[in-house]
């Protein structure tokens, strides 16, 4: 089969399309999904990448095919202890564990970390979903959303903040974005209720305090948004930056409402996001779309930080 790997010594290496083993051993909860589409991620240049580069001698060729978390495709095959899904079936999904290598035509993955794919979605749309939708959901819960909560979202035109915007609204809360200029009209057509341009000024000290403020570029600190938190206020973040991943545990111990974002994929918070894409409250926003063999190229656009919504690598009628 086809899968992404390295291929180059060191930090100059590139990604590629390569021929490689199809494994069919599955475990009792694994299923075996033909990959029709996957999509982009900051984790996936800033983690995955540099793990590949260094899993193998700096001299020699690297060939960890361990790219991609998120997927949309079909049920080829199944585990013993797989009921709740037949052959055929349309699923989405990911794993966090550094195994789902989802930029391949076919991946094995485990029944628990998957759903039924929304019937009104394509395996392109689908794929946008998983690891950013999964975080905004789990994000606004660890921050207390609900009905009135006046939340915050530093980030909204990205590819989590497309979903925190919609899924916080989904919530009854009452959403400001953060963007710039170009993306204003965008966020609010995604459902935001006001718009703040970072751009224009420092917001932090302006913008007046919310229930939630909800860093998904995790540049920021609960410190550096101090006077953008009401009082019990949390502070989330996606914490993806080295600050922000130091700097909100210690505003924790402190005895703080700050927290990171530790996603994970349960079918049950994947269906809930499915029953919200059924019900017109969420829909997937795709920035771009490249070809297995772009690969790269789908990695570098993810990179600028300027795509509007996700970046998704299609697999199937890749050439």
Excluded at 25 to 37: E, I, Q, W
Excluded at 107 to 121: E, G, M, N, V, Y
Excluded at 179 to 202: H, K, M, P, Q, W
Excluded at 220 to 227: A, D
Aim: charged share 20%.
């Amino acid at each position: 089969m086809k899968a992404v790997m390295t291929s180059g010594w060191g930090l100059s290496a590139k990604l590629v399309v390569k021929e490689t083993k199809a494994s069919t051993r599955l475990a009792p909860n694994d299923v075996l999904v033909k990959v029709h589409a996957a999509s982009v991620n900051p984790k996936d240049w800033k983690l995955n990448y540099h793990l590949a580069v260094l899993a193998t001698p700096m001299m020699i060729e690297k060939v960890s095919p361990i790219f991609g978390d998120d997927l949309a495709g079909t049920v080829i095959a199944k585990g013993r202890n797989v009921t709740d899904f037949a052959i055929g079936d349309a699923v989405y999904g990911m794993d966090m564990r550094l195994r789902t290598a989802s930029l391949a035509e076919q991946t094995r993955i485990d029944q628990r970390r998957i759903a039924k794919k929304p019937a009104s979605l394509s395996f392109s749309e689908a794929a946008a979903m998983p690891l950013a939708a999964l975080t905004a959901l789990q994000g606004l819960r660890k921050g207390k959303a609900k009905t009135g909560s006046t939340v915050l979202i530093i980030g909204a035109s990205g590819g989590v903040g497309c979903f925190a915007v919609q899924v916080a609204k989904a919530m009854g809360a009452h959403v400001t974005g953060v963007c710039s200029s170009r993306n204003s009209a965008f966020v609010l057509s995604l459902g935001a209720d006001e718009v703040i341009d970072y751009t224009a000024g420092d917001y932090r000290q302006q913008a007046g305090q919310f229930d939630l403020v909800f860093d998904v570029t995790s540049y920021e600190t609960p410190l550096t948004c101090s006077k953008l938190m009401a009082k019990n206020g949390y502070f989330i973040s996606t914490g993806g930056d080295g600050k922000s991943m130091l700097g909100t545990p210690l505003y924790r111990l402190l005895g703080k409402n700050a927290a990171t974002v530790v996603v994970e994929s349960y079918r049950s918070d994947l269906e809930e996001l499915a029953a919200l894409v059924e019900s017109g409250k969420l829909k997937p926003i795709i920035d771009s779309q490249f070809p297995l063999s772009e690969s790269e190229q789908a990695y570098a656009r993810s990179r600028t930080g300027r795509s509007r919504g996700k970046v998704v690598i299609n697999i199937v009628g890749d050439k």
